[in-house]
């Protein structure tokens, strides 16, 4: 039976594909390190729709309200979302994740446009499906992009969890951030706001935000050898897209 042990087992030879993937390497100066922000923005973008996802098909987001679902699993994706969406910054000024990432990409001097013009075009009501196909970037980013807004858009419960657990931004190792702690003491770039960006998501991701997403797809799976199953496969498939994604990523950096 698949369990969620069993699936972080069959899981272990893509995660380290990408915690050892060659692209770490080639993230030695602030140029290279802008060149992975430019798309890797894209990544930090999706996933805030995989977790507003859980929150609208987990809890009850229309008027009146109503009691949905357990209340653990309430509370877990509302204090996960508070996390993601309403963080704060290295002044303590309120800022989602996805801002933070734009502020530290401002500072190192990665390119912003493909992502705000991207973002931009939805906030002004293009349907994303459009705005994604008539943005100006490549087409890994566009199949990237796509599968993650197609599961936030139109799977069940249990197969977005199963993608926003597995395919966490956990995934970024320690190698890239003593990179950018070097990089900083250096001072060949500004990357302070990069660099609390990212210890930020490893003390949330490993004391809060990865505990209560584990025990939220058992909740959602339980005894339910389907579910975990489907868990199972689309967690692959997006670890197989974040792959692809790297790949690309490290083919752009001389």
Known sequence: MITQERIEGLLTSYRDRLLD?????????????????TYHAFAVWDFMSLVKSLQQKLTCTTIPW??????????????????????????????????????????????????????????????????????????????????????ASEAPA?????????????????LFISIVR????????SVATLLYYLERHIELDGDEHGPMAIQMIRELCEDDPGRWEEALTYSQKALEYRIRLWDFIAAQIN
């Open 158 to 174: 249990h197969i977005v969890a199963g993608v926003f657990t597995y395919g966490r931004e956990d995934l970024i190792p320690d």
């Open 182 to 189: 070097g990089l900083a003491k250096q001072q060949k770039a």
């Open 21 to 37: 993937h060659p692209l770490y390497t080639k993230l030695t100066s602030p140029e290279s390190i802008g060149i992975f922000m």
């Open 66 to 151: 109503v009691p949905i679902g357990s209340a653990s699993t309430r509370r877990l994706i509302n204090e996960i979302v508070w996390g993601e969406e309403s963080d704060v910054d290295l002044n303590g000024n309120p800022a989602s994740h996805y801002e933070l990432y734009i502020k530290a990409m401002n500072e190192v001097g990665a390119d912003t446009r493909p992502i705000e013009s991207f973002v931009g075009a939805i906030q002004s009501g293009t349907p994303w499906e459009v705005a994604l196909e008539t943005a100006d970037i490549p087409a890994e980013i566009k199949n990237f992009v796509r599968f993650s807004l197609d599961i």
